[in-house]
């Protein structure tokens, strides 16, 4: 482990880098478009449940120590999806309200937390959600903030978390490795080749001292620092007044899959239900033939990113 802590006027940046192997790989089209697909996850909810990764306990474990929080504690969670991390709450004893606006996937939340700790299920977007002022120990967001209108967002996070609360963020997101970046780019050329628009918008692959340097740049708005990581549209200047003490933890990750692994997770990608049926299944073709060349699963280097950002003890320009 690494830990490189990084001058800021009020706005530090802390970067803890953490080496493990195994777990998933998330990719994700740019908030522009991506925004208009967010329900697509609740028509395949099984899938998304059975395919998509839990997130690492270390970041749980270093979200809650940076927000001093622990047994008892009250949090929100936007976007708690199936359950993933909302597993790694309730085992720290967290009393977790927790926002889903997927019928189906706040159903299999339900299911999946059934008796696991002190959980309130709510079937709404954080938007529309009626949550009380100044309530929450943390916010907690994972794979799912950048699904909020950023106009939103970001205010509504500091409004509803106690003074000096803090807001935590989780995500895994693509990485440049030489032991990985030619099974990455033979992936992206099958996807110029069945789907180019799609290909066109892909996210920003980066080595792990660059994605840290370019955080440490925009260290002074969290939302930058968020949009940095995942090539996101969602960076907003009023945020950097809302938050301070951006503190960065990231777990790089080597993972393999076989093409059967790997077509059952694009499926669950939100840009998957914009192509057509004979794209889904060039695309799979695509993978096994990737497959059969290098004779062995194919590669992807992936982060799991949790970025922390503590709210003002000013709100200037708060909404009700």
Known sequence: MRAAPEPGHGHDVAITVTSTNGGPVNTSLPESTARRYGKVFDEIAAEYDRHRPAYPDELVDQACR????????????????????????????????????????????????EGAGEVEFVNAQFEDALLPRGQFQAVFSASAFHWVDPKVSWQKAADVLVP???????????????????????????????????????????????????????????????AWLGSY??????????????????????????????????????FYARISPGQRQALEREHEAIYERLGRPIRASTVAALVTARRSPAQPGSSG
């Open 66 to 113: 940076v927000a001093g929080i622990g047994c008892g504690d009250h949090v929100l969670e936007v976007g708690c999806g199936s359950g993933q991390l909302t597993r790694g709450l309730v085992a720290h004893g967290l009393h977790v309200t927790a926002l889903e606006p997927g019928k189906s996937l706040i159903a299999l939340a339900r299911q999946n937390l």
């Open 233 to 270: 549209d969602i960076g907003q200047d009023y945020a950097g007044r809302l938050f301070g003490d951006v503190q960065v933890a990231v777990m790089p990750k080597l993972i393999e899959h076989t093409p059967d692994e790997l077509n059952a997770l694009v499926r669950t990608m939100s």
């Open 164 to 226: 000096g609360g803090t807001l935590a963020l989780v995500q895994y997101f693509g990485l440049e490795e030489p032991r990985s970046k030619r099974d990455q780019e033979a992936a992206l050329a099958a996807m110029r080749r069945v789907a180019p628009d799609i290909a066109a918008h892909w996210p920003s692959y980066r080595d792990l001292d660059a994605t840290l340097a370019g955080m440490e740049q925009r260290r002074g708005n969290v939302s930058e620092v968020w």
